[in-house]
């Protein structure tokens, strides 16, 4: 066993399928010293004033008499998380309650329920786990609860899940919707001690060794969720977390489509310069619900033939993210023109962020296989030079 690989902050030894550099534990504790929060779901940057308003853990309460709620950890386009604990199993779990003015849209209900018990289907170690689904409502009956759900408290309301914040009225005052007088459609689902790869890109802290073993596991997780049927539709460093061992956790499958499935095409304007995008993209709706700069050229058009290939070029651009701490807009160079790394990782980068769906590949397990050949290509290589004396 070669004994050579140690984490230099510790000392502690390497797994052979680790993250060269550090361990991954202080790889996570370097993220989390950055930012206080452990994450469920991936924290966002807060939504412009006048758009959402988180509600406080204590006006969130009331609606969720089955759990804790102990701090909200993120908000943006798609709702706020907030940590919670499930009383009665004594379980860490994070509650989504999705943006309120989703459900002005009559075919909300709907699409919500079929893509909710989809994803609550998805059972992979590298996917964060969806346990419950429904809304809080005024109304005596709440919607249908997810296996293993908590009962509904006597007002009808449902029991916990993920969350997004209230919508505001005029002047920014927060409506009702807080108070329990209108839907908020939530999700619960497993919370992922830990950090997401947005922090650790941040910090500058990434080698590309360490992109060369987070890669995988995305694959792995979206090639499981392919063979599903799930396509995620928003692959971005907000939704990969990595956990305190340095397993990655996918989150957000399939919110995308489920707040809004036919997205309008963005005008130029709103594409910005040589192909760049604005830090925003619309529904059908107009609402605010992300970055487009992780999404296929034929989720930009607002097309309606988005299948699991653009889930491999938004891979694609996490991947050179990951590689070069930059993203590739315009005429953008191959990664190897900008870091030390082998020459086959620009074929593997460029082919995943192929224009035309047709010329990438067309199973996310081939980038897997691509990656791993030159990961092993890599290892070789540096145990084939001589350690400095």
Known sequence: MNTSATCPKCGAGLPADAPAGLCPQCLLAAGLAESSQAAGVPTTDQPPAGRFVPPTPAELAPLFPQLEILELIGSGGM??????????????????????????????????????????????PHIVAVYDFGHTSPQPSPLPQGEGACPPSPSGRGAGGEGAPPPEGEGGERTETSQGNSRLYYFLM??????????????????????????????EALQ?????????????????????????????????????????????????????????????????????????????????????????YSLGVVFYEMLTGELPIGKFAPPSHKVQVDVRLDEVVLRALENEPERRYQRVSEVKTEVETAKDHHRRILYAIPACQ
């Open 79 to 124: 709702g706020a998380v907030y940590k919670a604990r499930q009383v009665h199993l004594d379980r860490l779990v994070a509650l989504k309650i999705l943006p309120p003015q989703l459900a002005q849209d009559p075919a909300f209900e709907e699409r919500f329920l079929r893509e909710a018990r989809v994803l609550a289907r998805l059972n992979h």
């Open 224 to 312: 499981y969720a392919h063979d599903q049927g799930v396509v995620h539709r928003d692959i971005k460093p907000e939704n990969i977390l990595l956990d305190r061992q340095g397993r990655v956790k996918i989150a957000d499958f399939g919110l995308a489509k489920i707040a809004g499935p036919s997205p309008r095409p963005l005008s130029q304007g709103e594409r910005g310069a040589e192909g760049g995008v604005r830090e925003f993209t619309l529904t059908a709706t107009g609402q605010v619900m992300g970055t487009p700069h992780y999404m296929a050229p034929e989720q930009l058009r607002g097309t309606h033939d988005v299948d699991h290939r653009a889930d491999i």
């Open 190 to 219: 497993e919370y992922v001690d830990g950090t997401t790869l947005r922090h650790l890109l941040r910090q500058g802290k990434l080698q590309p060794e360490q992109a060369l073993a987070i890669v995988p596991q995305i694959c």
